[in-house]
């Protein structure tokens, strides 16, 4: 246990529907990440909030929407999404924005676009 | 951008081995921290060391540092097969940790 819980584990979706990602961390954390980690890529950074506060965009699609209404909770919020967008979908938080920290992580969600 | 690049990329040894892994990484760094991931699980985080530190051990890991040559090792003591995962390492670039492709060890019994 992490400390950082992700629902779905798993999800299935066609391109044309709507879903959302969710991510809770119980760690009294003050930064939240989404990561996406692809078959034989390296894991990448998708967005950061720290204090609820976007600090990061790594020039993700619109399609992909992120939302932190407080610093235990962050979503991301999909639509109309590509087949390339498949992949392990990893949140994980840590005690400030600084890269010094470690990280934890939750198990992920795995995403199959249709 | 991609900073760290885990060698090898797989690694096989028997129970009981050692197993070391390394780490390359191209700019400066504060820091660089090595994590593990079980299949179907997140990373985990094992072991973070300063850019003024040259060893740190936890355990059964032993990680080095050699900031002239912008690499790092870790080293897994009498390996068992729950160590089976593949690890990264991963380095702080501005507020950023960027991972590498890491590298994926299996302990057979």
């Known amino acids: 246990e992490t400390g950082v819980t992700q629902t779905p584990r798993h999800l299935v979706m066609g391109m044309t529907n709507k879903k959302s990602l969710k991510c809770e961390q119980h760690?009294?954390?003050?930064?939240m990440y989404w990561y996406k980690q692809s078959a034989k890529k390296p894991l990448e950074l998708m967005f950061v909030?720290?204090?609820?506060?976007?600090?990061e965009n790594n020039s993700v699609p619109s399609r992909f929407s992120p939302e932190c209404p407080n610093s235990s909770h962050l979503f991301l919020h999909l639509h109309t999404l590509q087949p390339e967008d498949s992949a392990l979908y990893l949140c994980?938080?840590?005690?400030?924005?600084?890269?010094?920290?470690?990280?934890?992580f939750g198990d992920g969600t795995r995403l199959s676009i249709l | 951008s991609q900073q760290g690049e885990e060698d090898p990329q797989a690694l096989s040894i028997q129970e009981g081995e050692n197993a070391t892994m390394n780490c390359s990484y191209k700019?400066?760094?504060?820091?660089l921290q090595w994590y593990r991931q079980n299949s179907g699980r997140g990373l985990v985080h094992l072991i973070l060391?300063?850019?003024?530190?040259r060893e740190k051990h936890s355990g059964r890991l032993r990680v080095t540092l050699d900031t002239s040559k912008k690499s790092s090792s870790l080293l897994i003591t009498a390996s068992r097969a729950a160590d089976t995962a593949s690890y990264f390492c991963?380095?702080?670039?501005?507020?950023?940790?960027?991972f590498g492709k890491g590298t994926t060890l299996s302990v057979s019994s």
């Open positions: 700019t400066s760094i504060n820091n």
């Open positions: 060391i300063r850019s003024n530190e």
């Open positions: 909030y720290n204090f609820k506060e976007q600090t």
């Open positions: 994980a938080s840590s005690q400030d924005r600084q890269g010094i920290v470690p990280q934890h």
């Open positions: 760690l009294g954390h003050n930064a």
């Open positions: 991963a380095t702080d670039e501005g507020t950023a940790l960027i």
